[in-house]
């Protein structure tokens, strides 16, 4: 008889490394939603970005392992949505803001092909990588930019506007 495998009590990384089963793939996504709709739920809910960044910052123990089943973070995710607030405190509170999912997109490639501009701007100001090639085949974030016509990004990069955010 075969041994069942027991996925409930396992840690991130011992999901992560056995992605592609069925079973690992909804526990991954149904703790990842869990985790994502948490932050979420308290950007909605704060109105200081100082106050959610000292929350999202006691969470780090729970989100900054988190993964989904495309090996994305929650910074992803809120680009991906166009959480400007949300993406903003996780950098605040040590989010690595070139991390890369599971086929090498960054939290700002997905902003961009999403179309959250403000997001992606603030993505870059704080820090986020434009020019390099993310995986074989693709084009640079300031590429995607050029294709989709965003100005503002184009402007952005080109004039080398950076900012260093602080929280509030």
Same mark, same amino acid.
């Given at each position: 008889m075969a041994a069942v495998m027991n996925i409930d009590n396992l840690q991130w990384s011992e999901l992560i490394c056995k992605i592609g089963l069925k079973e690992v793939n909804e526990i991954l996504d149904k703790r990842f939603e869990y985790i994502f709709t948490t932050l979420r739920d308290l950007a909605s809910v704060f109105t200081s970005d100082r106050t959610l960044t000292e929350r999202v910052s006691a969470l780090k123990d729970e989100w900054f392992p988190a993964r989904d089943q495309y090996e994305r973070s929650v910074i992803h995710l809120a680009s991906l949505?166009?959480?400007?607030?949300?993406?903003?405190?996780?950098?605040?509170?040590?989010?690595?803001?070139?991390?890369?999912?599971?086929?090498?997109?960054?939290?700002?490639?997905?902003?961009? /092909?999403?179309? /959250?501009?403000?997001?992606?701007?603030?993505?870059? !100001?704080?820090?986020?990588?434009?020019?390099? !090639?993310?995986?074989?085949?693709?084009?640079?974030?300031?590429?995607?930019?050029?294709?989709?016509?965003?100005?503002?990004?184009?402007?952005? !990069?080109?004039?080398?506007?950076?900012?260093?955010?602080?929280?509030?």
């Amino acid at each position: 008889m075969a041994a069942v495998m027991n996925i409930d009590n396992l840690q991130w990384s011992e999901l992560i490394c056995k992605i592609g089963l069925k079973e690992v793939n909804e526990i991954l996504d149904k703790r990842f939603e869990y985790i994502f709709t948490t932050l979420r739920d308290l950007a909605s809910v704060f109105t200081s970005d100082r106050t959610l960044t000292e929350r999202v910052s006691a969470l780090k123990d729970e989100w900054f392992p988190a993964r989904d089943q495309y090996e994305r973070s929650v910074i992803h995710l809120a680009s991906l949505n166009g959480n400007t607030r949300l993406v903003r405190c996780l950098v605040y509170s040590g989010c690595p803001i070139n991390i890369r999912d599971g086929i090498g997109q960054t939290p700002l490639t997905l902003a961009l /092909h999403m179309g /959250h501009t403000i997001t992606a701007k603030v993505i870059i !100001e704080c820090g986020a990588s434009v020019r390099d !090639e993310l995986f074989p085949d693709t084009v640079p974030p300031l590429q995607i930019a050029k294709v989709k016509g965003d100005n503002i990004m184009i402007d952005t !990069e080109n004039t080398g506007r950076r900012r260093s955010y602080s929280p509030c």
